[in-house]
Protein backbone atom coordinates (compact mmCIF):
# COMPACT_ATOMS: atom_id res chain seq x y z
CA UNK A 1 0.00 0.00 0.00
CA UNK A 2 1.42 3.14 -0.87
CA UNK A 3 2.34 6.20 1.68
CA UNK A 4 -0.33 8.40 2.12
CA UNK A 5 0.62 12.25 0.69
CA UNK A 6 -0.30 15.50 2.06
CA UNK A 7 0.38 19.12 1.95
CA UNK A 8 1.14 20.93 5.05
CA UNK A 9 0.42 25.06 4.58
CA UNK A 10 0.78 27.80 6.80
CA UNK A 11 -0.33 31.50 6.35
CA UNK A 12 3.26 34.02 5.40
CA UNK A 13 3.65 37.54 4.73
CA UNK A 14 1.43 38.74 6.98
CA UNK A 15 3.87 41.78 7.82
CA UNK A 16 2.90 45.49 7.33
CA UNK A 17 5.31 48.44 7.72
CA UNK A 18 6.51 48.37 11.35
CA UNK A 19 4.40 45.73 12.38
CA UNK A 20 7.01 42.33 11.67
CA UNK A 21 5.43 39.06 11.74
CA UNK A 22 8.24 36.94 12.19
CA UNK A 23 9.13 33.25 11.21
CA UNK A 24 8.01 33.38 7.32
CA UNK A 25 12.16 32.21 6.24
CA UNK A 26 11.94 29.58 8.87
CA UNK A 27 8.48 28.13 8.37
CA UNK A 28 8.97 28.27 4.23
CA UNK A 29 11.16 25.78 4.90
CA UNK A 30 9.36 23.38 6.86
CA UNK A 31 5.94 23.83 4.49
CA UNK A 32 4.97 23.01 1.42
CA UNK A 33 2.51 25.58 0.55
CA UNK A 34 2.54 28.97 1.29
CA UNK A 35 -0.71 31.28 1.81
CA UNK A 36 0.69 34.89 1.14
CA UNK A 37 -1.98 37.39 2.08
CA UNK A 38 -2.88 39.98 -0.60
CA UNK A 39 -2.70 43.44 1.39
CA UNK A 40 -6.54 43.43 2.56
CA UNK A 41 -6.18 42.03 6.00
CA UNK A 42 -2.18 42.08 6.39
CA UNK A 43 0.78 42.57 4.11
CA UNK A 44 2.03 44.87 1.35
CA UNK A 45 3.82 44.89 -2.14
CA UNK A 46 6.88 44.54 -0.82
CA UNK A 47 6.45 41.87 1.72
CA UNK A 48 4.10 39.97 -1.12
CA UNK A 49 6.93 39.73 -3.77
CA UNK A 50 9.89 38.83 -0.42
CA UNK A 51 7.40 36.37 0.66
CA UNK A 52 7.30 34.91 -2.87
CA UNK A 53 10.68 35.17 -3.93
CA UNK A 54 11.45 33.04 -0.36
CA UNK A 55 8.90 30.62 -1.22
CA UNK A 56 10.36 30.06 -4.67
CA UNK A 57 13.83 29.15 -3.22
CA UNK A 58 12.52 26.77 -0.89
CA UNK A 59 10.30 25.13 -3.81
CA UNK A 60 6.74 25.95 -1.85
CA UNK A 61 3.74 26.61 -3.81
CA UNK A 62 2.51 29.89 -3.58
CA UNK A 63 -1.32 30.63 -2.89
CA UNK A 64 -3.32 33.95 -2.75
CA UNK A 65 -4.77 34.18 0.67
CA UNK A 66 -7.53 36.45 0.45
CA UNK A 67 -9.57 38.41 2.48
CA UNK A 68 -12.18 40.92 3.27
CA UNK A 69 -11.51 44.12 3.38
CA UNK A 70 -10.21 44.44 7.17
CA UNK A 71 -6.62 45.51 7.89
CA UNK A 72 -7.53 46.96 11.78
CA UNK A 73 -9.23 43.47 12.15
CA UNK A 74 -7.25 41.45 10.63
CA UNK A 75 -9.64 40.17 8.32
CA UNK A 76 -11.28 38.56 11.24
CA UNK A 77 -14.15 40.16 11.08
CA UNK A 78 -17.49 39.60 8.77
CA UNK A 79 -18.60 42.29 6.40
CA UNK A 80 -21.77 42.65 4.91
CA UNK A 81 -20.56 43.25 1.05
CA UNK A 82 -22.71 42.35 -1.73
CA UNK A 83 -21.39 39.79 -3.54
CA UNK A 84 -20.08 41.72 -6.88
CA UNK A 85 -18.15 44.13 -5.10
CA UNK A 86 -16.26 41.01 -2.64
CA UNK A 87 -15.97 39.34 -6.01
CA UNK A 88 -14.21 42.24 -6.91
CA UNK A 89 -12.16 43.08 -4.35
CA UNK A 90 -11.06 39.03 -4.65
CA UNK A 91 -10.22 39.35 -8.52
CA UNK A 92 -8.19 42.37 -7.27
CA UNK A 93 -6.03 40.51 -4.30
CA UNK A 94 -5.25 37.52 -6.72
CA UNK A 95 -4.57 39.43 -9.58
CA UNK A 96 -1.98 41.95 -7.75
CA UNK A 97 -0.26 38.79 -6.12
CA UNK A 98 0.21 36.87 -9.58
CA UNK A 99 2.02 39.73 -10.66
CA UNK A 100 4.27 39.49 -7.62
CA UNK A 101 4.95 36.40 -8.03
CA UNK A 102 5.66 36.13 -11.96
CA UNK A 103 8.30 38.94 -10.81
CA UNK A 104 9.67 36.55 -8.26
CA UNK A 105 10.19 33.44 -10.14
CA UNK A 106 7.05 31.43 -9.35
CA UNK A 107 3.07 31.31 -9.86
CA UNK A 108 -0.23 31.50 -8.18
CA UNK A 109 -1.33 27.87 -8.31
CA UNK A 110 -4.21 28.26 -5.65
CA UNK A 111 -6.32 30.30 -3.42
CA UNK A 112 -7.21 30.45 0.37
CA UNK A 113 -9.89 32.45 1.94
CA UNK A 114 -8.57 33.93 5.05
CA UNK A 115 -10.14 34.06 8.57
CA UNK A 116 -13.64 35.82 8.78
CA UNK A 117 -14.09 35.14 5.21
CA UNK A 118 -13.39 31.28 5.38
CA UNK A 119 -15.40 30.48 7.92
CA UNK A 120 -18.28 32.83 6.81
CA UNK A 121 -18.17 30.38 3.33
CA UNK A 122 -18.67 27.58 4.91
CA UNK A 123 -22.60 28.87 5.30
CA UNK A 124 -22.91 31.82 3.73
CA UNK A 125 -24.41 31.41 0.61
CA UNK A 126 -23.77 34.77 -1.29
CA UNK A 127 -20.22 34.85 -0.38
CA UNK A 128 -19.48 31.04 -1.18
CA UNK A 129 -20.54 32.41 -4.76
CA UNK A 130 -18.41 35.49 -4.50
CA UNK A 131 -15.37 33.68 -3.97
CA UNK A 132 -16.23 30.89 -6.87
CA UNK A 133 -16.52 34.06 -9.27
CA UNK A 134 -13.42 35.98 -8.10
CA UNK A 135 -11.35 32.26 -8.91
CA UNK A 136 -13.08 31.28 -12.09
CA UNK A 137 -13.04 34.65 -13.48
CA UNK A 138 -9.44 35.14 -12.99
CA UNK A 139 -7.90 31.67 -13.47
CA UNK A 140 -10.69 28.02 -13.65
CA UNK A 141 -7.41 26.11 -13.16
CA UNK A 142 -6.66 27.79 -9.94
CA UNK A 143 -6.98 25.07 -6.97
CA UNK A 144 -8.92 26.24 -4.55
CA UNK A 145 -8.51 25.15 -0.61
CA UNK A 146 -11.92 24.70 1.75
CA UNK A 147 -13.00 23.44 4.49
CA UNK A 148 -14.82 19.92 3.80
CA UNK A 149 -19.14 19.47 3.50
CA UNK A 150 -19.16 23.75 3.21
CA UNK A 151 -21.41 25.80 0.83
CA UNK A 152 -18.28 26.86 -1.07
CA UNK A 153 -16.87 23.43 -1.28
CA UNK A 154 -20.23 22.57 -3.05
CA UNK A 155 -20.50 25.75 -4.71
CA UNK A 156 -16.84 25.52 -6.43
CA UNK A 157 -17.50 21.91 -7.40
CA UNK A 158 -20.71 22.98 -9.31
CA UNK A 159 -18.86 25.29 -11.13
CA UNK A 160 -15.85 22.83 -12.12
CA UNK A 161 -13.36 24.62 -9.91
CA UNK A 162 -10.52 21.87 -8.46
CA UNK A 163 -11.17 21.52 -4.34
CA UNK A 164 -8.77 21.24 -2.09
CA UNK A 165 -9.76 19.73 1.36
CA UNK A 166 -8.25 21.26 4.00
CA UNK A 167 -7.95 20.51 7.93
CA UNK A 168 -6.47 22.66 10.68
CA UNK A 169 -3.16 21.61 13.13
CA UNK A 170 -3.29 24.21 15.74
CA UNK A 171 -7.61 25.06 15.74
CA UNK A 172 -10.33 23.68 17.95
CA UNK A 173 -12.92 21.76 16.11
CA UNK A 174 -16.89 21.53 17.00
CA UNK A 175 -18.78 18.28 17.25
CA UNK A 176 -19.93 19.86 13.74
CA UNK A 177 -16.60 19.74 12.17
CA UNK A 178 -15.95 23.57 11.97
CA UNK A 179 -13.44 25.38 13.64
CA UNK A 180 -14.57 26.69 16.80
CA UNK A 181 -14.94 30.50 17.15
CA UNK A 182 -11.30 32.75 18.45
CA UNK A 183 -13.75 33.97 20.71
CA UNK A 184 -14.24 30.42 22.61
CA UNK A 185 -12.03 28.68 24.78
CA UNK A 186 -10.05 25.88 23.02
CA UNK A 187 -9.92 27.47 19.66
CA UNK A 188 -5.99 27.65 19.22
CA UNK A 189 -4.03 24.78 20.61
CA UNK A 190 -0.04 25.56 21.62
CA UNK A 191 1.07 22.41 22.28
CA UNK A 192 3.22 21.33 19.64
CA UNK A 193 3.27 17.52 20.59
CA UNK A 194 0.02 17.19 21.23
CA UNK A 195 -0.37 18.96 17.80
CA UNK A 196 1.78 16.79 16.47
CA UNK A 197 -0.34 13.83 17.48
CA UNK A 198 -3.24 15.28 16.04
CA UNK A 199 -2.41 15.96 12.89
CA UNK A 200 -0.67 12.14 12.43
CA UNK A 201 -4.40 11.19 13.50
CA UNK A 202 -6.04 13.34 11.26
CA UNK A 203 -3.66 11.80 7.92
CA UNK A 204 -3.66 8.24 8.89
CA UNK A 205 -7.20 7.59 10.57
CA UNK A 206 -9.16 10.84 8.75
CA UNK A 207 -10.49 11.56 12.41
CA UNK A 208 -9.86 14.58 14.63
CA UNK A 209 -10.70 15.21 18.58
CA UNK A 210 -13.19 18.17 19.07
CA UNK A 211 -13.56 19.56 21.71
CA UNK A 212 -16.15 18.14 23.29
CA UNK A 213 -14.01 15.16 23.30
CA UNK A 214 -16.21 13.77 20.26
CA UNK A 215 -14.83 11.91 17.41
CA UNK A 216 -14.97 14.59 14.38
CA UNK A 217 -14.29 12.87 10.31
CA UNK A 218 -11.68 14.62 8.67
CA UNK A 219 -10.84 14.18 4.75
CA UNK A 220 -7.96 16.54 4.83
CA UNK A 221 -5.71 16.75 1.44
CA UNK A 222 -3.97 19.59 2.74
CA UNK A 223 -3.01 20.76 6.66
CA UNK A 224 -2.68 24.10 7.73
CA UNK A 225 -0.77 25.55 10.82
CA UNK A 226 -1.19 28.88 11.41
CA UNK A 227 2.01 31.27 11.12
CA UNK A 228 0.56 34.04 13.20
CA UNK A 229 0.37 31.35 16.09
CA UNK A 230 2.81 31.95 19.36
CA UNK A 231 5.58 29.14 18.61
CA UNK A 232 4.22 28.18 15.00
CA UNK A 233 7.89 27.57 14.04
CA UNK A 234 8.08 24.93 16.49
CA UNK A 235 4.53 23.46 16.05
CA UNK A 236 5.21 23.15 12.20
CA UNK A 237 8.64 21.45 12.44
CA UNK A 238 7.26 19.20 14.96
CA UNK A 239 4.15 18.40 13.30
CA UNK A 240 6.60 17.53 10.18
CA UNK A 241 8.94 14.99 11.78
CA UNK A 242 5.93 13.46 13.04
CA UNK A 243 4.37 12.84 9.66
CA UNK A 244 7.25 11.80 8.36
CA UNK A 245 8.27 9.33 11.26
CA UNK A 246 4.58 8.28 10.26
CA UNK A 247 5.42 7.20 6.92
CA UNK A 248 3.62 9.66 5.43
CA UNK A 249 4.78 11.78 2.49
CA UNK A 250 4.86 15.71 2.43
CA UNK A 251 4.31 17.27 -1.02
CA UNK A 252 2.20 20.32 -2.17
CA UNK A 253 -1.20 19.51 -4.19
CA UNK A 254 -0.33 21.21 -7.12
Known amino acids: MPAPRIDLNADCGESLAAWSMDGDEAILSVVTSANVACG ?33 GFGRR ?29 EVGYVKPHGALYNAIVHHEEHAAAVVDAVRDVDPELALLVLPGSEIERRAREAGLRTVREAFADRGYTPQATLV ?15 AERVVRMALEGVVEAADGSLVAVDAQSICVHGDTPGAVAIAERVRAALQEAGVELGSFL
Open 40 to 72: FHAGDPTVARRTCTAAAAHGVAVGAQVSYDDLK
Open 78 to 106: FIAVPRTELADQLVYQIGALQALARASGT
Open 181 to 195: PRTEPGAVLHDPQAI
